[in-house]
């Protein structure tokens, strides 16, 4: 999308709230067409990129003094966009590195891990990011910031962050020439043991993304 179709005319493009929506609007374009699968081989690469590159602006939003919205209650931004598409596209293109294992807060002493899946993640940050982006293009930009800042403390910070550190596993074992076991059955569905959470993403996504990342195997 365009600055033009996305900023009013008179807003500095140096301002903070532009340079803010600009990240989160580069952000849900790229990772939809990710999700598409047209470069299946460089899905995990890109999406190691995107989320790092979110996650700064996450920083700046989280270092940021607290924004205070306009008004005491929140404007009705219309029904949410569905992801469920998005959801199924990832779930498909990442079988079978979906599924990982993270702890929610690693200040909870002897917190058990979990099972996660990172089409979920994904959805769940752009519902998020979505939900900013129509108080934003409503003109409503503190209302758009303080929902961005809260819900990156809240929801899509520990979210984007826990599947940063999914996505960055995988290309290291491809780049260190170091292939895992497949997950066997791991699922988010379903209770799992500690060993099955200690599993990780298999050989076949090695082999998928070797190749972009110019590791040869043997």
Same mark, same amino acid.
């Given at each position: 999308?365009?600055?033009?179709?996305?900023?009013?005319?008179?807003?500095?493009?140096?301002?903070?709230?532009? #340079?803010?929506?600009?990240?989160?609007?580069?952000?849900? $374009?790229? $990772?939809?067409?990710?999700?598409?699968?047209?470069?299946?081989?460089?899905?995990?690469?890109?999406?190691?990129?995107?989320?790092? #590159?979110?996650?700064?602006?996450?920083?700046?939003?989280?270092?940021?003094?607290?924004?205070?919205?306009?008004?005491?209650?929140?404007?009705?931004?219309?029904?949410?966009?569905?992801?469920?598409?998005?959801?199924?596209?990832?779930?498909?293109?990442?079988?079978?590195?979906?599924?990982?294992?993270?702890?929610?807060?690693?200040?909870?002493?002897?917190?058990?891990? $979990?099972?996660?899946?990172?089409?979920?993640?994904?959805?769940?940050?752009?519902?998020?990011?979505?939900?900013?982006?129509?108080?934003?293009?409503?003109?409503?930009?503190?209302?758009?910031?303080?929902?961005?800042?809260?819900?990156?403390?809240?929801?899509?910070?520990?979210?984007?962050?826990?599947?940063?550190?999914?996505?960055?596993?995988?290309?290291?074992?491809?780049?260190?020439?170091?292939?895992?076991?497949?997950?066997?059955?791991?699922?988010?569905?379903?209770?799992?043991?500690?060993?099955?959470?200690?599993?990780?993403?298999?050989?076949?996504?090695?082999?998928?993304?070797?190749?972009?990342?110019?590791?040869?195997?043997?």
């Amino acid at each position: 999308m365009s600055d033009a179709t996305l900023h009013d005319a008179k807003r500095d493009p140096d301002d903070f709230a532009v #340079q803010i929506a600009d990240s989160i609007e580069s952000f849900i $374009v790229a $990772v939809a067409e990710v999700s598409r699968g047209d470069e299946p081989d460089s899905a995990v690469p890109f999406l190691l990129l995107e989320v790092s #590159q979110l996650l700064l602006t996450g920083g700046r939003l989280g270092a940021h003094e607290d924004f205070l919205p306009d008004e005491r209650y929140e404007p009705d931004v219309g029904p949410e966009p569905d992801v469920d598409e998005l959801r199924e596209r990832f779930a498909l293109l990442l079988d079978p590195v979906d599924v990982y294992s993270e702890v929610f807060d690693p200040y909870v002493p002897r917190s058990a891990p $979990v099972a996660c899946r990172i089409s979920d993640d994904l959805a769940d940050i752009i519902t998020d990011l979505r939900h900013g982006m129509a108080h934003y293009r409503d003109g409503r930009v503190s209302e758009a910031l303080w929902w961005w800042q809260f819900s990156y403390l809240s929801n899509w910070g520990p979210t984007a962050s826990a599947a940063l550190r999914a996505l960055q596993s995988l290309v290291a074992h491809v780049r260190l020439d170091q292939p895992l076991d497949e997950l066997n059955g791991l699922d988010t569905d379903a209770a799992a043991t500690e060993e099955q959470l200690a599993e990780e993403a298999g050989r076949v996504m090695a082999e998928e993304i070797a190749a972009p990342l110019g590791i040869r195997h043997s």
